[in-house]
T-cell receptor
Framework: ETGVTQTPRHLVMGMTNKKSLKCEQH?????MYWYKQSAKKPLELMFV???????ENNSVPSRFSPECPNSSHLFLHLHTLQPEDSALYLC????????????????FGQGTRLTVV | GQQVMQIPQYQHVQEGEDFTTYCNSS?????IQWYKQRPGGHPVFLIQ?????EVKKQKRLTFQFGEAKKNSSLHITATQTTDVGTYFC???????????FGAGTILRVKS
């Protein structure tokens, strides 16, 4: 148990479906992240939310839509996905200090294994 | 922009042999983190290095940060089957909220 919970753990969806991934952190952190991990690619940073404001969007296709309603919850809304979007989607959180250059460790959820058929 | 290379991509060792993975940046880093991801699992934080030339040890694992703060390494002495997984570096150029990772090194250990 890392303090970051992702649901569902597994998801199979058709290309015309709409689904959402959920992430919840119980660590009191102020930053949350979505990553995509494919079989043959490294961890790809998709979105970053800091203090509930999106601060990073790494050229992710619009069929992925993040939402951060509060500092503890993060969603990834999915629609009209492609088979190449099948991957492990990981959520992470960390505590960003108010100033200085010292980063803190990130805690990851167990991921959602997404298969697009 | 910042470019980071992590090598090797993959290493298969006999149990008891040593293992090293390297993370090389084209620009000076403020600090660097290392994570381990077991097969079927999620990345777990191992350590953070901040100072130039810093060396930290965790049992059989030794982490180093280069003098120029552009390179880092993770060395495992006498590997065990429990060491299998993918080891990622996460370099930070400066304070910020962009947590990016190297490509990772997959370690397999033959018993």
């Amino acid at each position: 148990e890392t303090g970051v919970t992702q649901t569902p753990r597994h998801l199979v969806m058709g290309m015309t479906n709409k689904k959402s991934l959920k992430c919840e952190q119980h660590l009191g952190h102020n930053a949350m992240y979505w990553y995509k991990q494919s079989a043959k690619k490294p961890l790809e940073l998709m979105f970053v939310y800091s203090l509930e404001e999106r601060v990073e969007n790494n050229s992710v296709p619009s069929r992925f839509s993040p939402e951060c309603p509060n500092s503890s919850h993060l969603f990834l809304h999915l629609h009209t996905l492609q088979p190449e979007d099948s991957a492990l989607y990981l959520c992470a959180s960390s505590q960003l200090p108010p100033s200085g250059i010292m980063n803190t460790e990130a805690f990851f959820g167990q991921g959602t294994r997404l298969t697009v058929v | 922009g910042q470019q980071v290379m992590q090598i090797p991509q993959y290493q298969h060792v006999q149990e008891g042999e040593d293992f090293t993975t390297y993370c090389n940046s084209s620009t000076t880093l403020s600090n660097i983190q290392w994570y381990k991801q077991r097969p079927g699992g999620h990345p777990v934080f191992l350590i953070q290095l901040v100072k130039s030339g810093e060396v930290k040890k965790q049992k059989r694992l030794t982490f180093q940060f280069g003098e120029a703060k552009k390179n880092s390494s993770l060395h495992i002495t006498a590997t065990q089957t429990t060491d299998v997984g993918t080891y990622f570096c996460a370099p930070h150029m400066e304070y910020g909220n962009k947590l990016v990772f190297g490509a990772g090194t997959i370690l397999r250990v033959k018993s």
